[in-house]
């Protein structure tokens, strides 16, 4: 009996010191091992940037055109700042309308339902209707629910929304904060609405 007894109290000790070891050890090895993952993946990620540096650079297609809007071309235009006046897009839909544009996108977000942009809006609606084809960007909106970061969308202001697509300019950063993969389809997690990418719409 007296065997049997110490053998018991053997027995008991090696499954207190393994449930010690598993408390203690566990969740440092999970530490190690996500600090190793993490480490590996970013010199993936490195390695990957040097390949895209390294390969040969392909000329951009001559039938993209970007139109950029600086400080010197507002001022030119008698605004000091933005927001434009949406007459002043409008102005410029049908100047590339004329230019030969067959898709016009802007990565600006034309949400605001103010009253006075009524007369404004006439302006930009007549210019979108005869063009037909285009596009502005959706405003994101970030949300932490129950810890998770959850994404919904506000789209542009409902007199537009007829004559005006829109699509997600958002896009996921990873190590050094740099632009490596590409979502096209986004779901606002309110509504459950899928929206694409401006990028995806555009070709």
Same mark, same amino acid.
């Given at each position: 009996?007296?065997?049997?007894?110490?053998?018991?109290?053997?027995?008991?000790?090696?499954?207190?010191?393994?449930?010690?070891?598993? &408390?203690?050890?566990?969740?440092?090895?999970?530490?190690?091992?996500?600090?190793?993952?993490?480490?590996?993946?970013?010199?993936?990620?490195?390695?990957?940037?040097?390949?895209?540096?390294?390969?040969?650079?392909?000329?951009?297609?001559?039938?993209?055109?970007?139109?950029?809007?600086?400080?010197?071309?507002?001022?030119?235009?008698?605004?000091?700042?933005?927001?434009?006046?949406?007459?002043?897009?409008?102005?410029?839909?049908?100047?590339?309308?004329?230019?030969?544009?067959?898709?016009?996108?802007?990565?600006?977000?034309?949400?605001?339902? &103010?009253?006075?942009?009524?007369?404004?809006?006439?302006?930009?609606?007549?210019?979108?209707?005869?063009?037909?084809?285009?596009?502005?960007?959706l405003q994101p909106v970030f949300s932490i629910i129950d810890g998770t970061e959850e994404l919904s969308f506000v789209e542009p202001d409902f007199r537009l929304r007829s004559k005006l697509q829109s699509g997600s300019i958002n896009v996921p950063r990873t190590f050094g904060s740099s632009v490596r993969t590409f979502i096209p389809t986004y779901v606002?997690?309110?509504?459950?609405?899928?929206?694409?990418?401006?990028?995806?719409?555009?070709?």
């Amino acid at each position: 009996m007296g065997l049997i007894k110490r053998l018991k109290h053997y027995v008991r000790d090696i499954r207190f010191l393994f449930l010690l070891f598993s &408390a203690v050890l566990g969740p440092l090895s999970i530490t190690i091992l996500s600090v190793r993952f993490s480490l590996i993946r970013n010199l993936e990620l490195i390695a990957y940037d040097w390949h895209l540096k390294s390969s040969p650079q392909r000329k951009p297609d001559p039938r993209l055109v970007l139109v950029g809007m600086d400080d010197g071309s507002l001022g030119k235009l008698g605004y000091p700042s933005y927001p434009l006046p949406r007459s002043v897009h409008g102005k410029l839909v049908s100047e590339l309308e004329k230019a030969g544009a067959s898709v016009i996108g802007f990565d600006v977000m034309f949400t605001n339902a &103010a009253p006075e942009l009524a007369q404004e809006d006439k302006k930009f609606f007549a210019a979108l209707k005869s063009h037909g084809n285009v596009f502005s960007a959706l405003q994101p909106v970030f949300s932490i629910i129950d810890g998770t970061e959850e994404l919904s969308f506000v789209e542009p202001d409902f007199r537009l929304r007829s004559k005006l697509q829109s699509g997600s300019i958002n896009v996921p950063r990873t190590f050094g904060s740099s632009v490596r993969t590409f979502i096209p389809t986004y779901v606002d997690y309110k509504t459950g609405k899928r929206f694409l990418q401006l990028s995806t719409l555009l070709i």
